[in-house]
């Protein structure tokens, strides 16, 4: 069952160039296949941070917080890294609400995630790093 994750990771890569109607496709095709083939939900999650994330640099704020709120609970089962990711992007989507109040929690809790977290994923000199992720949020 490995074809949702090679349409995810196609997804991320159109993501990545900002080519945001292709990476919109291959996420929704990864939901379609992992509903028909009756995967685990949680194989969802990653799938609908990068909605999430396409929709907030589109300000679709319904949709994208509809795919945030669709995740948050299964945030303790995600990688270390696509936790930082997910609080840094949902903090900035709270931030661009204007809603800082929230935003701040957001990236207290991803502060807090990586202060906790070990050295190598914490330290923006590190190449395996996410870029996306600023610590200055925090």
Request: proline share 5%; net charge neutral.
């Amino acid at each position: 069952h490995q074809a949702p994750s090679i349409c995810a990771n196609l997804g991320d890569a159109y993501l990545f160039k900002n080519q945001l109607p292709q990476a919109a496709s291959w996420y929704r095709r990864a939901l379609f296949l992992v509903d028909s083939l009756q995967l685990p939900k949680e194989e969802n999650v990653s799938l609908y941070v990068g909605l999430a994330t396409i929709y907030l640099k589109l300000n679709d704020f319904d949709a994208s917080l509809q795919c945030y709120q669709q995740t948050e609970d299964h945030l303790p089962q995600m990688s270390l890294a696509m936790q930082a990711y997910y609080l840094n992007n949902y903090g900035n989507y709270y931030y661009y609400k204007k809603d800082y109040a929230q935003s701040l929690r957001k990236f207290l809790q991803l502060k807090q995630l990586l202060a906790g977290s070990p050295a190598s994923l914490a330290s923006a000199d590190d190449p395996g790093f996410l870029p996306e992720i600023g610590r200055g949020n925090c």
